[in-house]
């Protein structure tokens, strides 16, 4: 067996929505740098002020921006993302099972029409009160630190500050309908996908419930996620980050887009949203699993010395 053994008994809501926060806390950190070069290169072709600068595939990305802006350019937002996260991912994986348990009646082997209602309620819910972190976290991942290019924000509180100054209540929540869509998709895909891959290694004995067994389940779950949401993500990014008055809503950037730049542009940033995705899914599930069974095991050994 690699890594901790499964519980016997099923680890509460608590420990769930906890271990979620937490494990996608630890992913953010590591996958962030992949994150920010697929913001940059999904506002590619609306960054204005900014000359000579052109950004090419994800390591040229990167390697561009540490060379004009520094290494530390690369987590630009990184405040805003680990704050998100804890919001966002307790909710949307920490409840998916009570929610899809909710909806069967707490009937075993759930279908998968069930599993994608359960993801996009939980998708939604997470959204619905997150939302500035993410809008936050975007502008800062867009702004660039070069010489003779205004900032935006110092610092995330002030961002915070600035945005509802500026644009209210609805600047904060800007992008919502685009994000719950694209969350909605992203959360059924990823735990529906993570879970039936999961379950058909396990029913077919290919692996055991361990460390290979949830990498392999979250690779497949972070390329089939990339593949969907894709699009909705790119229109999302752009949106969130554009200044009051440039799109009047997130449809009419979309046929921007399509009108402007083709339908290739739903499609920009494919490869570092894939390494992204395939990497942030792989650290955050198998982080996920060990450190809700590290807790179920702690809190076994409190209630034994009890």
Not at 23 to 49: S, W, Y
Not at 52 to 76: D, K
Not at 275 to 293: A, D, H, P, T, Y
Request: charged share 20%; with cysteine; hydrophobic share 40%.
């Amino acid at each position: 067996m690699v890594g901790l053994k499964p519980s016997d008994v099923p680890p509460p809501l608590g420990v769930k929505m906890a271990s979620a926060g937490a494990a996608a806390c630890v992913a953010d950190l590591i996958t962030f740098p992949l994150d920010t070069a697929k913001v940059r290169l999904q506002i590619q072709g609306e960054m204005k002020g900014v000359e000579g600068i052109r950004y090419r595939g994800v390591f040229g990305t990167i390697g561009t921006m540490i060379r004009t802006e520094g290494p530390r350019s690369l987590y630009n937002g990184l405040v805003a993302g680990l704050q998100r996260q804890m919001c966002f991912a307790s909710v949307r994986i920490g409840l998916y099972d009570t929610v899809r348990d909710f909806y069967t009646g707490g009937k075993e082997n759930p279908g998968i029409l069930v599993r994608i209602l359960a993801g996009c309620t939980t998708g939604a819910m997470a959204v619905s009160f997150a939302q500035p972190t993410d809008v936050v976290k975007v502008r800062f991942q867009a702004q660039m630190k070069l010489d003779g290019v205004a900032r935006r924000y110092t610092g995330t509180m002030q961002a915070y500050k600035h945005i509802f100054q500026n644009e209210g209540l609805r600047g904060l929540w800007k992008g919502t309908l685009p994000n719950i869509t694209r969350n909605a998709l992203v959360n059924c895909t990823e735990l529906v996908t993570y879970g039936l891959i999961k379950e058909a290694i396990l029913r077919h004995k290919l692996l055991s419930d361990n460390l290979p067994c949830h990498f392999v389940s979250a690779f497949g779950a972070g390329f089939v996620t990339t593949v969907i949401a894709s699009p909705v993500d790119v229109v999302k990014t752009r949106y969130m980050n554009s200044p009051p008055g440039q799109y009047k809503s997130a449809i009419n950037c979309s046929w921007t887009m399509m009108t402007k730049e083709g339908p290739t542009a739903f499609y920009k940033g494919f490869v570092p949203s894939f390494l992204r995705l395939g990497s942030w899914n792989v650290v955050m599930f198998v982080s996920f699993e060990q450190i809700k069974r590290a807790m179920m095991v702690t809190k076994k050994r409190v209630e034994d010395r009890n």
